[in-house]
């Protein structure tokens, strides 16, 4: 891509800095705002050394750094200040909140939908149509600072369509199941079943999914229709 192809910043101007580091490659329709950087070499590694793509129509906001060696879909979005290490695979339809953090190693399938000031460490898998909170931690080692702690990282597995709400902590290799929901503040400590609802510290089971009700009278449930959609849970699919 040369400077002649280059998607301009979305604000304050043209010539606001920014950095894109050589081996990145930036979809039809890309915007990038003010002071972010795209394809940041990895240690060990020379710029240029690592590819990094981005898929058509992204948007990269302010103070973002994106590290080589990402392979990104369209439709992609940042807010500001967002942290995305090396050797990731995110899907098209991702969105990351401001001053989120996601480590190396990460898996985003399409439409996952990440909250501000989230920490995604290493190896974590968010499948698709997931939904994580603002503030949620994962964690990924068991026992920090053991000698051999590199040798068995596990990240959460979050399953399709799964949420997962503000200020929750998930322990390092946990799944969250299809379509389960992990109230706010939540603090989960083992698997959480497909279309389960858990809270507290440690979080769970106090109902299931299907059994949530609109307290506005808007529907008959929040989840009805799309609960139904997922093969594996059981629960009834929304009259409406």
Known sequence: MNDRTLPQPVAPGAATPW????GVHL???ATVGAFCEIGV???GHEAGDLE???GRQAVIRSHTVIYASNDIGDGFQTGHGVLIREANSIGHRVSIGSHTVVEHHV???DGVRIHSQAFIPEFSVIEEEAWIGPNVVFTNAIHPRCPRVKDCLRGPIIRRGAKVGANATLL????VGEMALVAAGAVVTRDVPAGAVVAGNPARVVKQVAELTCPYGLLEGPYGE???VFAGTTGKESSQ
């Open 19 to 22: 950095i894109l580091y050589p």
């Open 27 to 29: 979809g039809e329709g």
């Open 41 to 43: 070499p990895p240690r």
């Open 52 to 54: 990094t793509h981005i």
């Open 107 to 109: 898996r985003l399938a």
């Open 172 to 175: 390092p290799g946990v799944e």
């Open 226 to 228: 799309q609960y139904a």
